[in-house]
């Protein structure tokens, strides 16, 4: 059974130009949530969806989005990038029964 | 606001000694979930912890969940080198997890 899968896994942007993150998660898993992991904030919460719709948010700014597709594939948009927006984004699928979550590989995302 | 806070922040293991990691929290919730993060990884699953007095052991590690303290901890028995990595407790509450510091192992000869 195929892991959560997420792309690009590294990218480099400058700052005010806006990236997008995808991720596919694990066959028959209808949530994902996105986490934001940097050495100073650690591992904080972003959002999450469920057939489509946003099901819970986190406190970042409006320039963090995302969506989720019919096929549950989602993706997340940051707009503006600014320099701490430097972080690991993880994607994670969530079972249905314990709620336990899978975590894909991660996106590095660096803004100069 | 949730609070999850684990202790030690770093430990440092000798190879065959026992140690437990802590995990507080600050909100009623009885899933708690235990994650191994080697560096530049992502999130490894270990344990799942769904009731007030569940217990899972793998292997080395032990995890444990007492609602009504509000505490997990993670018991590491007889430490080995591959255990090094950082461990984070994490709290799901309001279909969110709010994740711990982290606790980073290193273990020595």
């Known amino acids: 059974k195929a892991g959560v899968t997420q792309t690009p896994r590294y990218l480099i942007k400058t700052r005010g130009q806006q990236v997008t993150l995808s991720c596919s998660p694990i066959?028959?898993?209808?949530?994902v949530s996105w986490y934001q992991q940097t050495p100073g904030q650690g591992l904080q919460f972003l959002f999450e969806?469920?057939?489509?719709?946003?099901?819970n948010k986190g406190n970042f700014p409006g320039r963090f989005s995302g969506r989720q597709f019919s096929n549950s594939r989602s993706e997340m948009n940051v707009s503006t990038l600014e320099l701490g927006d430097s972080a690991l984004y993880l994607c994670?699928?969530?079972?249905?029964?314990?709620?336990?979550?899978?975590f894909g590989e991660g996106s590095r995302l660096t803004v100069l | 606001e949730l609070k999850v806070e684990q202790n030690p922040l770093f430990l440092s293991m000798q190879e065959g000694k026992n140690y437990t990691i802590y995990c507080n929290y600050s909100?009623?919730?009885?899933?708690l979930y235990w994650y191994r993060q080697d560096p530049g990884k992502s999130l490894e699953s270990l344990f799942v912890?769904?009731?007030?007095?569940a217990v899972k052991q793998e292997g080395r590690l032990m995890a444990s969940l007492d609602t009504k303290a509000r505490l997990s901890t993670l018991h590491i028995t007889a430490a080995v080198h591959d255990l090094s990595a950082t461990y984070f407790c994490?709290?799901?509450?309001?279909?969110?997890?709010?994740f711990g510091t982290g606790t980073r192992l290193q273990v020595t000869l």
């Open positions: 066959s028959g898993h209808r949530s």
């Open positions: 969806y469920f057939s489509e719709t946003q099901r």
């Open positions: 912890l769904l009731s007030n007095g």
């Open positions: 994490a709290v799901d509450f309001a279909s969110k997890l709010t």
């Open positions: 909100t009623t919730s009885d899933r």
């Open positions: 994670a699928s969530r079972t249905a029964n314990t709620g336990e979550l899978f």
